[in-house]
């Protein structure tokens, strides 16, 4: 059994190879560019530990475990061009760097890679992993869309939210733990039940990357506080509030996103505070992580064998805010 | 042993179902509306008539039939996008439509729906026809890149132009036939030859294409002629011109592009005249349909289940110009 960190580690190396042929190179390194600012990598990771919660590794985890990372980059690849974001850790987008149309294609080409490295696992299993993979890529795509249309409503009830934040962010992570256990030779139950660990975990994840972004330590979170509500982003704090608000705080809120006054973040930060969406927030995290840990108890497996996955959720849910 | 006509209208019905889920429309309606916009549907046809060249139709042809086609209707969306063309058979293109954001997406999961359908079939070929499938869908997305390469590019060497045309509108069609050779059981060298024959085809059919956009008859053509001319796009007879023409005339092709004038489409056809690129460019093509021939020739069935590919050479190469 390897630790999230120790996976992560030799993920990174085994990653760490040319992805894209040698030929046509004005299409392929703006994806080595992409890949080269790297990332948590925590979707590959989670294919590593999905096997290695049921056997030793198989070999082609990790050409799976390379399928998933290269489909999330093409998906933020694309996300950037169409957020119209200037910059990804801290670097130039790869549409920002080298235009729209190149970028469009650069994620196009990275979706076909994905395919080709998923192509190269054990025939006994393609046709099951390649399901589950594409069930995924098509609910990625449908939370993105999902994402787009609430962005331009009035208001989102919670529980549509929930399932758009599910499929946008929850749904690749949990189908990389799935095909993980898959490739582990894991029963359908215990497939299952990884799957919705991760799920949940991936919502968790959410709400609390939502919470950090209104009420998180900026010294700790990295990011500067109250992006979110500078951008009228809809969020599970925004949407809560609106639901639970007097008409007076509601008209309040409705008018400061609309006005964008200089005080804006503390004032929207103050009726947040009123209507308890910070306790809300929390609490509703807790039960998704609850909700994930409940999973991860149901697989039948040796407890000692779950400790990296149990790891990887408090990588994910900090308590120290 | 069916006709083009015949396979196209069998094509036609087998595809004439939802391609895509119920939910989600504001993603899957851009897409219900492109597929509906018609198209030869000339790929699919190729698997059909690359399997029955050999032995009766296999049940999967179908469904790779309809991977290709979506692949294909994935790319027409994303060029127009990277195009910005307003029109495509003279109906509002996705993106225009739609927006940008909405057809970028909506290309994305016609991508995936194509994966959707090749992993619908048996698992015995299916390795060897997704590896055949990766390898063509990372050529088209190269051949585009270099073609938007060209565009911005002073000159561009004739066999550099060819084989950036082969990859965006060639391998496509070759790979089709290929697929549909495998499904019928066909020997490796038997599918290389009907591999060569579409790629030859595919090369003739974009020389006649750029020949008809300057030299056509309208009243046959259907679309306007010297489109390309206007457009200072690079096509077989502006990059033949300018490796042919006398230095006064390259002067005067440069300077007719950079300053557009009332009567550039008629001055640049008269430079074409004078140095033959007309009489090149059908030799070129016919070199290139002689070419996929000699490799329908060579393979070894019998001549009379030639026919309909032949047909199909025919429909894709007019002689009545």
Known sequence: MQSFEQL???????????????????LYNPNRYFLQLGGKRIRPVAVLMGNELFDEINPDAWKVATAIELFHNFTLIHDDIMDEAPLRRGMETVHHKYGNSTALLAGDVMQVQSYDYLNRIDVSYLQRINNIFIITARQVCEGQQLDMDFEKMESVALDEYLNMIAMKTSVLLAASLKIGGVLGGASKGNTEHLYEFGKSLGIAFQIQDDYLDAFGDPSKFGKQVGGDILANKKTFLLIHALEVATDS?????????AENPADKVEKVLAIFKACNVDTWANELKDKYYADAMNHLDEIAVM??????????AKFLIKRDY
Request: net charge positive; proline share 8%; glycine share 2%.
């Open 8 to 26: 992560a580690q030799r993920f990174q190396q085994y990653f760490a190879v040319d992805h894209f042929p040698a030929s046509t190179p004005t």
């Open 249 to 257: 705080q509601k008209a309040e809120l409705k008018q400061l996103m």
């Open 303 to 312: 407890s000692n064998r779950k400790g990296p996955l149990q790891e990887l």
